[in-house]
């Protein structure tokens, strides 16, 4: 199903609370013949689609709805995370393929505004980089 498929699981991705990383099914979709650029363009328009969705459902429902469908272990796990390093939590879990939690972001009363610029913008540069680096390390090392 191509870039809409990839589209739609980048998004789930980001919106269901997992470790897997949306980068993972777009190294799959490139490697199957889809354009690298388009591939890049899905997955990151895919990937701030469940993002934002996940931080304003988490904003709206709180940590009550949270606890319905992921362990308390984990909730306060990332609490704990935030308590202790604040934003920097966040940016490290955007820019790398830890488990990032935007429906956990949310219900932290962060600011819109603070979750772009610590939670989206790193993601983009994160696929950017991982999924460039990827092909065209590949690329030159075949």
Same mark, same amino acid.
């Given at each position: =199903?191509?870039?809409? +498929?990839?589209?739609?699981? *980048? ?19 490139? *490697? ?26 988490? /904003? ?5 709805? #949270?606890? *319905?469908?992921? /362990?308390? $272990?984990?909730?306060? /796990?990332?609490? $704990? %995370?935030?308590? /202790?390093?604040? =934003? ?5 879990? +955007?820019?790398?393929?830890?488990? !990032? !939690?935007?429906?956990? %972001? ?10 772009? $610029? %610590? &939670? ?7 696929? #950017?980089?991982?999924? !460039? &680096?990827? =092909? !065209?390390?590949?690329?030159? %090392?075949?």
């Amino acid at each position: =199903y191509g870039l809409i +498929a990839l589209f739609i699981i *980048s998004a789930l991705l980001e919106f269901i609370p997992q470790i897997i990383h949306p980068f993972f099914p777009m190294i799959v979709a490139v *490697s199957s013949g889809i354009n690298i650029h388009l591939a890049l363009l899905a997955t990151i328009a895919g990937s701030l689609t469940g993002s934002v969705i996940g931080f304003e459902v988490g /904003k709206k429902q709180g940590t009550v709805f #949270l606890c *319905s469908f992921i /362990k308390e $272990k984990t909730i306060n /796990k990332v609490f $704990k %995370f935030w308590d /202790k390093y604040g =934003y920097v939590f966040i940016l490290i879990a +955007a820019l790398s393929p830890l488990p !990032y !939690y935007p429906l956990i %972001f949310g219900s932290l009363d962060m600011p819109n505004k603070d979750f772009v $610029k %610590f &939670g989206l913008i790193p993601r983009i540069v994160a696929l #950017l980089v991982l999924g !460039y &680096g990827s =092909y !065209y390390g590949l690329v030159n %090392f075949l």
